[in-house]
């Protein structure tokens, strides 16, 4: 019987890589090293026979079990360990009998799926750490070549002070490279074996359990934890916390983005492509379909973060139902991640960009998003609250005559007192105005690259 395709979205929402990672074949083989690394290490420490590994070994291959057939029996096994260790002893007991015996011994079916799950997550982690790094150096050109180009800083979604491009982009930069460093530190404790047998005790190999424990994380090249970690699930709930962080910040650069594209900003704009954001009716339209891949990841990674949280409080040495819980959350936690780093390793190296957008929209205030810079100047001359009340005033005139700042400004008698034409000029031009972004860019660039 063959399992029911469900890739329609796929391609759009993940990565192909990442998706192999956490696809059937990739959790049975999880499982599987798992057990071939068991009997090595138990050989290794005179537990079973040396000479039945090879046997056990070469039944260790994901590609030779029915998964549509290990699908059925997890229905009434309750887990998917059971029926692939059945399975594996058939395949062993086919070439090698007295192999057979040895299956497995002194783990359980958690082991087997925790342990798999983290082989599962350094393979996922490799992704990660490379996506990131891609997208933090694509981040890092981008900030500086733009990191002198004046744009409008958005505050409430209103025109603020000017920032610089570079500026904002280097934002979003200083986000994934705080996530590098995170998923730096946690490493080590997320990637341990998981190896406690029925209770968490060993008790099953005795005196040799802890030598087993030893060579197992040894064939594994996996960290060994303190104790066996059942129902202490704070490990994968802090990955699960990470990947939250990451998909809100992409979320937050596909935000941006998304908003910057918008008709009546045109500021900035993903690559164009054939027949990349279209739209069925309307043959003009350039959707940010990158964009939304990323905002999509940041709504629906929260949800599936609370449900890693709440599946902690698990019952006793072994769990009932929570443990479950986690076992399709967390791999589509690592999707969504991968799907929305994967469209913004294609958007960020490839950003069209309008700077002549980007000047004409500082101006569709006439002044105002400059009225800051004249405030402080003129408070220089005659004190804070008189300054602010009188461009406060100006800026009111300005709007309701439909004019300019800058001559309403040259009209007032107390600003004229104080400023000179060329002194006005130079105050309302945003790029006088940009305040520490360019060193916000250079900062944010030497952290990114302090991690190479």
């Known amino acids: 019987m063959n399992l029911p395709s469900n890739q329609l979205f796929d391609r759009y929402f993940t990565a192909p890589a990442m998706r192999a990672v956490f696809s059937d074949s990739g959790r049975v083989q999880g499982m599987l090293d798992f057990e071939a690394a068991l009997a090595r290490a138990e050989a290794a420490v005179g537990v079973i026979p040396s000479g039945v590994v090879a046997a056990i070994e070469s039944a260790c291959r994901a590609e030779r079990y029915d998964f549509a057939a290990l699908a059925e029996a997890i229905g009434s096994a309750g887990n998917s360990a059971i029926p692939l260790v059945k399975a594996l002893g058939r395949q062993i007991a086919a070439t090698d009998p007295e192999a057979e015996r040895y299956v497995h011994l002194g783990a359980t079916s958690q082991d087997v799926m925790d342990t798999g799950l983290v082989l599962q997550l350094r393979q996922a982690i490799g992704l990660l750490e490379q996506n990131l790094a891609q997208l933090g150096e694509s981040l890092a050109r981008q900030a500086v070549a733009h990191a002198a180009t004046p744009i409008s800083g958005r505050t409430w979604l209103q025109h603020a002070t000017p920032v610089t491009l570079g500026m904002k982009i280097a934002g979003w930069l200083g986000a994934i490279t705080r996530h590098r460093q995170r998923l730096a530190e946690l490493k080590p404790?997320?990637?341990?074996?998981?190896?406690?047998?029925?209770?968490?005790?060993?008790?099953?190999?005795?005196?040799?359990?802890?030598?087993?424990?030893?060579?197992?994380?040894?064939?594994?090249?996996?960290?060994?934890?303190?104790?066996?970690?059942?129902?202490?699930r704070d490990r994968l709930v802090e990955f699960a916390s990470l990947l939250g962080l990451v998909a809100g910040s992409l979320g937050k650069l596909g935000r941006d983005l998304s908003l910057l594209m918008q008709t009546d900003v045109g500021e900035v704009f993903e690559p164009a492509a054939p027949g990349k954001g279209g739209s069925s009716t309307m043959p003009h339209k350039r959707n940010p379909v990158g964009s939304a891949v990323m905002i999509a990841a940041a709504t629906r990674a929260p949800g599936l973060v609370a449900t890693m949280l709440s599946a902690m409080p698990q019952e006793h040495e072994r769990s009932l139902g929570l443990w479950h819980a986690e076992w399709e959350t967390l791999p589509e936690l690592c999707c969504l991640v991968a799907g929305a780093l994967q469209q913004a390793l294609v958007a960020v190296p490839a950003l069209e960009f309008d700077e002549a957008r980007m000047a004409a929209n500082l101006e569709l205030t006439r002044g105002l998003v400059l009225a800051e810079a004249i405030s402080i100047a003129l408070a220089q001359r005659i004190g804070r609250d008189a300054a602010h009340h009188e461009v406060e005033r100006c800026c009111k005139q300005a709007v309701a005559e439909g004019r300019h700042l800058r001559t309403v400004l040259a009209d007032n008698s107390v600003v004229a007192e104080h400023f000179t034409a060329d002194e006005l000029d130079r105050l309302l031009d945003p790029a006088h105005y940009l305040g520490q972004a360019r060193r916000w860019v250079d900062r944010a660039v030497a952290e990114h690259r302090s991690l190479r």
């Open 189 to 232: 404790r997320l990637l341990c074996l998981q190896f406690g047998g029925a209770s968490g005790s060993l008790a099953a190999l005795g005196e040799h359990a802890w030598p087993v424990s030893e060579a197992l994380a040894r064939e594994l090249d996996l960290n060994l934890p303190d104790q066996p970690w059942h129902t202490q």
